[in-house]
């Protein structure tokens, strides 16, 4: 039998199984789940649509029938190609966003249980109806799934921390022969009753199963709030920023994120309906968005948030930790903050770099590396931008469109190696931060994890799938 | 070669490796590293303290080449007799007592890295220096490894959670043949590089390997606290008080701790220097203990925190939730919390059940559990205390000295596997909720996991260790 013909009959059993309407294999069809975010467009031979976990059940068991490799696809946001097939047109898609039945808030419980093709912005408006929040701060909108999958982290991790902190259970359809259906756990916060086999599942990208349903940890909707923007001294000065802050407001920290000036002049560039807040005075080489977040009855107490902040900045100021701060707005600024990663894009051709250090590494790391881009690749821009108080940084660099010599793979993955063997080597950081595995930054698993480890965490999914992976998702 | 003489090699090699005064072999100096916390007497043919990660490594290979059961001891504390060896005298103890070097704190990074036999009050003595706390508040001492190993919970778990959500990084050895040191990452908080190897040794009581150091997040010591002790009309408003409080409090709530009468009374006929603090109104039928905490430089923060509590308590007087409050002397009342299980021993024998169920369940299973206990057990005392915030409960029930049956272990187990049965059937709950897996537990994996999930779970071990595991302590 023929590839093409084994194929076929994949496809054949997937529609008798899902119906017609819920298996995709024309050109037209495909194109949006064929098309990551961020460059690594594949090509599917088909596009499955499940609207059940017994559906995503028989797409797993038929494709593993029919020795078809099935990339999992939650809302197609990732960063790392995780969700897209290859360029050979043999691999399948699995998408979630057909899984997306309702939303069932417990409010005794401060949880909910969400089906894994439902979006974040979807889940937060039923939320926010009970003032409650999945307070996982994103300038995408990604599926429940995808996040679990990813382990996503974002802008106030320095407070709610990452997925994996808010998950209370995990229904998942397992990468095995018969796409096991696992029932890991429900509402409880407290259950250990062995191995905790959700962890397995989160921040492994659908590799050893795909995620139809999750149980979440949601917390009280921020009531108070007070941001600021503003321009430490320099980079030394970042850190003791933090520290001050963190000995100030405690856990009403909730967000403290950098952005370099140059990735701040590209938002000013490109999005409209933005600017220099510090204008008049000229962007800053760094700037750091300030957060402070409550959620109280206690009357005036977003005054007093404000007014503390405040004192905060005069503190600092005369201590000559900071130059510059702009308060007002905080709607601008978090558009601002947000709106990074599509005005990079806007620039020229994105190298995107997830990484992280310890915290008092981070800035070392940033001008160490910078120093390096200046030194091997003069022509590209280092626009970072990411959250210092997680020790997390987006070391994004732009291959302009023009300046420059033309765009070449190899020179961007080479600029990328290069930095990522400063950031293991000299500070012990990670390559991949929040971001999760994929095929763009697969090769480095095994350059950086080593043979060893890379052979432990194969015989696990082995004993949890029986012997093959779904897609290539680990990297 | 008999058995004993096959002991005798391991204990010889053991000797070699590890210095003669690091391994202990008679009967004497074993004493308290045989008697668990709870009744789970063991027998140990040696203890093996060693004092390096290198050392662990020696005697995890040492034993697997002698074909030795091997059971990790923290500091046990536990509650489950994971720590302990069975009755035998066939296995042995590996003691991280003196695996206990100093505590590297990294201020910018707000993190700690410490060896696994460092005690809990060790670690936060030193963490206070620097205003700065391991934020998981416990009866006991136990080792971080331990508490790793447990994956521990405590009383302010509403607030930060368990173990888990603060580990950032573990050194391990893992229970295979050369006794592998596995390097699971240090202080990073976002490292999503493949599958989260560490989740695997979290909670599954170094059945999998010994935990050797533990990079752990650490917090700001609250430094404004404000504390009650509150009585709810009846059952059904215990609840309806929590969810008022985390509307009123956010996250500024920090503990919301039920203790039954019964449990209280205990307390009060047995430990000095505590007393009714509602008195001279009688002890109600059920309490909570409410804490509000913060880490802020705001000015009178701690005054506003106390007001707020006050209206809070009041509101919810009016409206007939609670009859009676004290709101004085907040280390009292955290003395009279903490000497609960002490209490109950010095009461009768303890058949400690550590449940949880979702939040709203609570209340509804400790209600039937009571009928239960009151139709088939009638001469067993319900002294239940725990945490109603986070859905965990201590269902306790004492087998008094007096005005009882003799004590006999088949009704005592028949007890704990009715309320178990009712717990799991009728309300999903965990029977095993944060004092982890162990052979008090053990039977009741097999009867309420399924052999499906039991084989995943030995199959993962086993791709972990090549084949074998250390003692029995998943249960």
Redesign the interface.
Known sequence: MSAAEGMRRCIEDLRAALGDQNVLASGEDLARYQTAARYEDGKAAFVALPTTTAHVSAVVAICRRHAVTLVPQGANTGLVGAGVPDSSGEQGVLSLDRLNGPVAI??????VRVAGGVRLSALNEELARF?LTFPIDLGADPSIGGMVA??T?GAR?IRY??V??SVLGLEVVVADETG?ILDLG????????????K??F???GGAFGVITRVDLEV??LQ?QSATALLAPRDRSTV?AVL?AA???????LSSFEGMSGEALSCVFRHIPDTRNPFAPEPLPEYSVLVELS?????PEAGE?LKA?LHRFLEAQFEAGMIVNAVVDHPEALWKIRHSISDALREEGKVIGLDV?????DLEHFRADARVLVRREFPWLRVCDFG?CG???DHFNLVWPRLDAPPYDAATARLARTRLYELLVAKY??????????GPS?GEY?SA??GA???D??K??????THGRLLGRA??
Chains 1, 2 share one sequence.
């Open positions: 417990d409010l005794e419980n401060r949880s003032g990813t382990n982290g991790f921390g990452d994996r902190r096991t429900s509402g409880l916060r407290k259950n250990n009753v062995g191995l905790d086999l962890q397995l989160i921040g492994t917390q009280p009531r850190m520290l963190e000995a100030a407001f405690g856990s009403d409550r959620s109280t009855a206690e007093r503390g992280s250090a310890r915290r008092g959250h997680d020790g997390g012990d950081g990670s390559f991949s931060a929040e971001h999760g595995t930054n698993r950086f994890l060893d480890r890379l432990l965490e015989r696990i999914g082995e004993a949890l680990l990297g």
